[in-house]
């Protein structure tokens, strides 16, 4: 089984390397194997050890084994024979082009995410209920954007519902989409989310519009992803210096690939659902 790392999962994994090793010793006994084999078979495993830590910097995929089953996920994307994606707008600094995306949305008829931080919230508490009024996802992005892994979950559970308290308050909605700031997550924060009733929510499709490579990086980046497909899920953000420039002909191309646009709320199942290795949501 293949799972993303993090600190908890990385004892996971050499735990899972150990256990390969004896295997191997165990097999050595029954069969007879030139010594040189069993020599570059401890050499891999070990070099495999090494990865194991530090694949975790390079967001990697390694196989982890069947302890992986307890590590939990977001979902990155979803499964269904429906060519529908969602597009995400992750809003946690500026606005200048909140009003310009709106327009090219409203344009399209197209329904998005916005995952906004409690300051976002705060400074600009018009735009939140325009962004609700004109039928888009409201979700929650934390209070302060901190790397949420390193919290304890005293700390996760306030920065989520500080912003859930704010929005409530304001709109009268009860947000229930969570992304993680910077996509940064353990199975600890999974579980405060789940327990705070928030859906937590991923991507497979990063636009890498927070590079600022332009408007055309932009739309090469998302329409050309391996991972593009049905059910994928697009990471943008507001505020980032050509996302509002990209978004019309972003829409126009992956509208005429026969892609279709719902919010994180239409495109998700709510229940009767697994999770696989990938934070792909599969329906039961």
């Known amino acids: 089984m293949l799972g993303r790392s993090n600190g908890d999962n990385d004892a996971q994994t050499s735990g899972v390397l150990i256990q390969y090793l004896r295997d191997i010793s165990a097999h050595v006994g029954r069969i007879h194997i030139s010594g040189k084999i069993v020599a570059l078979s401890v050499a891999v495993l070990l070099l495999a050890g090494f990865l194991g830590v530090r694949y975790k910097e390079a967001g990697i995929f390694l196989p982890t084994g069947a302890g992986a089953k307890e590590r939990e996920l977001p979902i990155y994307c979803v499964q ?21 995306i709106m327009e090219i949305l409203k344009k399209h008829d197209v329904k998005v995410t916005f995952f906004m931080t409690g300051g976002w919230v705060e400074s600009y508490p018009e735009d939140v209920k325009m962004i609700l009024a004109e039928g888009h996802d409201l979700g929650n992005h934390s209070q302060n954007h901190k790397n949420m892994s390193q919290l304890s979950d005293a700390e996760k559970e306030k920065e989520l519902m500080l912003v859930h308290d704010k929005v409530k308050e304001l709109t009268g909605y009860d947000m229930f989409l969570f992304r993680p700031p910077y996509g940064d997550y353990d199975t600890k924060l999974i579980r405060v989310a789940r327990k705070c009733n928030y859906y937590p929510i991923q991507w497979d499709v990063d636009s890498l519009d927070w590079k600022d490579y332009g408007a055309d990086a932009i739309i090469r980046t998302v329409t050309e992803n391996e991972h593009l497909g049905n059910g994928s899920i697009i990471l943008c953000h507001n505020g980032a210096r050509y996302t509002a420039e990209a978004l019309d002909t972003l829409i126009t191309a992956l509208k005429d690939a026969g892609y279709q646009f719902v919010p994180v709320s239409e495109l998700i199942y709510r229940n009767d659902y697994t999770m696989n290795h990938e934070g792909r949501q599969i329906p039961n």
Do not use: V
């Open 80 to 100: 269904t024979e429906e060519p529908k994606i969602a597009l995400t707008f992750d809003a946690a600094w500026g606005n200048e082009d909140t009003k310009k």
